[in-house]
């Protein structure tokens, strides 16, 4: 095939022009208010996949008078903007985070809360900080482009006893089933 000038030229103008960067998917939160101060976010029941963005834990957020407690951020740094954004606008802010347990769909959100203390049980900490890099790999192969900008994020600070934050008293359970630490909570706010 035998160019023309014409399209030679326009061929090199054309490698010349920038090239968009792709804009990460967005997500299009539903909360559900279950009670006058417990916001629910119900995600795909589904298996991590890139139609769902990896969106398939189920988020709770407690408000307090000094911002939302949010338990557990979602799997990508662009989920958990997300949130961070509803709690700072609907929320006055955000207070502290749980996790629940280690694995990503629960944690890999939480570098949108840098600022902000990052709870969880002592081994869901171990297992976040053994596993970060092979999860994180494994969902950049899965999620594309919906993990762009995700770092692994572990929790910072190990939950020991009940808890107190932002005024809300929460009772805290060890367990382990789904996996070796899995933290459980019970609102001490009486409903109203």
């Not at 023309?4 to 326009?10: A, D, E, I, P, S």
């Not at 557990?72 to 502290?96: E, K, N, P, S, Y």
Request: proline residues 6%; glycine residues 10%.
């Amino acid at each position: 095939m035998i160019l023309t000038r014409r399209q030679t030229l326009m061929g090199a103008v054309a490698a010349l022009l920038p090239v968009p960067a792709l804009a990460a998917p967005e997500y299009r939160l539903k909360p559900k208010l279950v009670t006058d101060d417990v916001w629910l976010f119900e995600e795909a029941q589904d298996s991590i996949a890139r139609g769902n963005g990896g969106a398939i834990c189920s988020i709770v957020l407690l408000e307090t008078p000094q911002g939302a407690i949010v338990v557990d951020t979602g799997g990508t740094a662009c989920h958990g903007a997300a949130l961070r954004a509803f709690a700072d606008q609907r929320l006055g802010g955000v207070v502290a985070l749980l996790n629940t347990h280690h694995h990503p769909d629960h944690w890999f959100g939480n570098q949108a809360f840098l600022d902000r203390p990052i709870h969880a049980l002592p081994g869901t900490i171990a297992a976040q900080r053994a596993g970060a890099q092979a999860l994180s790999d494994g969902l950049y192969r899965i999620l594309g482009s919906w993990m762009q900008g995700t770092a692994p994020l572990p929790a910072t600070t190990p939950v020991a006893g009940d808890l107190t934050i932002g005024g809300r008293g929460l009772t805290v359970m060890a367990l382990s089933g789904h996996t070796q630490a899995d933290l459980a909570l019970i609102d001490r706010r009486p409903a109203r």
